[in-house]
């Protein structure tokens, strides 16, 4: 299908395009206005008080260690190396550990790929799972559900059954079902290791709602190290915000350190990104995939209720720190910056090309207005994301302007001319591809 071609030029850029949603807007004000009037001093004074809360930098979550490890009579399910750009990578082990679950088997942690050399596998540089996500917490938060094993834990690794996904026209997702269907049963099911060959899991059908995917999203909790290379990055960008304020107001500011705001925008317009949307909008006849960076800052200076000064986190491709024009042409009271001018170049240059998209994606996801491609995957992922947090809060209302964490799709307008529209991911579509690339349906209006 098309989205491999894509994915085979585009990797280079944070890999992808998203999605889609909708709105249950104006049953979900009503909702809002009762809930508020019932919830407004707990949230006011959480936002008073800590709004990082939203993504703890430590998740406090305790293991039970009786919990783990316990896959002494598990049978296990082997993948292949999974490879492509962050977001590619995670949907294709979230695809993957969904297969286990179906197969009734734990997945064996498989190896990511820390760059992109797409083209000839060998130079794919595996990298460990547990370098990039933590392990246990991940067998922690998703018990019940799937869970990783270790090759270790294999207790006789001559038992292993092959198992050939199919592929080409005639291979039907109701195929693919039915081969799976099958193998989870007997004979099949007596192998300890079931070793699935072929192509990677991103290509693999699909078979399962979003909502499911999320579920392994949000098992998937950063390594350590990593989320404290985020950490820098998010606090320098708030130390730049606090001074810029300070030297904005005669009086010297008057906001906390910790409650200083900042914008995200995942700004897609290197190349050959361009050159790929603008095919997209002729093959599928739309016009809304594509947007110039005037036409982005001009959304962007739109937004209702942004206090300024502002600084405006700038993510794009590497490629394009050098073009200075990004930074210019925005609102009076936005201030952009990107890595370079931020001065945190260097942390992200230390870094495989996997573990910067990692840092990049921890923070636009943490930011207190996030701003994306609708068509890209790595915009879409931080809005499903962001979305599956605000649920988990029980925060009632996802779009509109007074969201907690509001998101907005720039490449679409809103309800009046100018503006971009709110945007949240619909957690009970049926499929993540509906949500998270080549689509335009966003769940707010
Ligand atoms: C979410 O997706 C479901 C299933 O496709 C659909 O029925 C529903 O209308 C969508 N909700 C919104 C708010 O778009
Ligand atoms: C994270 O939490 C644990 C236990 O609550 C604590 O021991 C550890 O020091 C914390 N780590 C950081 C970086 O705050
Ligand atoms: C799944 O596997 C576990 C052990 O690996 C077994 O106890 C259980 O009966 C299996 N469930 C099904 C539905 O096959
Ligand atoms: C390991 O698996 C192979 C293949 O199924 C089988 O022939 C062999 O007896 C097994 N070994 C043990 C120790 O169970
Ligand atoms: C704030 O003002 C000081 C002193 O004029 C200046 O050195 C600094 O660069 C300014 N900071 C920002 C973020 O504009
Ligand atoms: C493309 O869409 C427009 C309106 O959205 C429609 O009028 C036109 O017929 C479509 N063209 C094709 C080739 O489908």
Redesign the pocket.
Known sequence: MDSSSYYNKNLRFFGVHLNSLACKCAVLVVLVLVLRAVCLPRFSSFAATQHTNLFP??N?LTLNPQQLHDNANSKFLEVPQIIWGLNNQKIAFARACLTARMLNRTLLMPSLSASLFYKEVDLLKPISFDKVFQFEKFNSLCNGFVQLGRYSEVSNRSDVLELQKGSGRRWTIEKDLGQLREFSKHPYDEYEVLRIVGKNSFLWHDHWPTKDYAKVFECLVLD?EISREADKVVSRIREIGFEESRNASENGGNSALQQVRYVAIHMRIEKDWMIHCKKLEQRLNISEICSSKDQIMQRVGNIAGLQTPMVIYVAVADDLLEDKSILSGWKEGLVPYEKKKLGVLDIYKKQSYLIQSAIDYEVCLRSDVFVGNSFSTFSSLVVLDRTQKMINMGVAELCGMDVRWPSYAYNLEGESKGIPRPWAANMSDSSLQAISYGSNHISCS
């Open positions: 930098a430590n406090s350590e």
